[in-house]
């Protein structure tokens, strides 16, 4: 398989984690995933997207060289950060306030829906690079 697809397969794997995983949060810990009433509905899908785009990229990058774990801990660390930007440039905008630049990401940054999806792409980016690297190579 071509790297770009199994890039893909994980960014989508992440996606499909996230939603799962913050579905059981909000279940059994009764929290919400964006907790400020004035947000779109909006807000949480577009910190989704930009992490998959970190996924996305951190595997296809890390499918050609470097140790696994490490490409996992730069994409769970860059995923953190892009997701609680997206957040916070998102939330900022739609208040009209730039006081929220600082304020939405103190607000999630230890948050389960952050925090969650940060183990999921760690998890998602490791899987996707070790299953690349062990396919049986293809003769032309």
Known sequence: MSRWLVA???SVLFIALVIAV???EALLANVEVIAQT???PYLG???VVGG???VFIATALGIREGNP????LVAAATTYLVMLGVGAVGYALIRGDATELLVF????ALGPFVVGSVVVAI?????GITMARHQPKQSH
Do not use: N
Request: glycine share 18%; hydrophobic share 50%; aromatic share 8%.
């Open 8 to 10: 893909t397969m994980t």
């Open 22 to 24: 913050t579905g059981f």
């Open 38 to 40: 004035d947000a779109t």
């Open 45 to 47: 899908p577009a910190m």
């Open 52 to 54: 998959a785009v970190v």
């Open 69 to 72: 774990g490490v490409t996992g």
């Open 105 to 108: 990401p103190a607000g999630y």
């Open 123 to 127: 998890l998602a980016v490791v899987g």
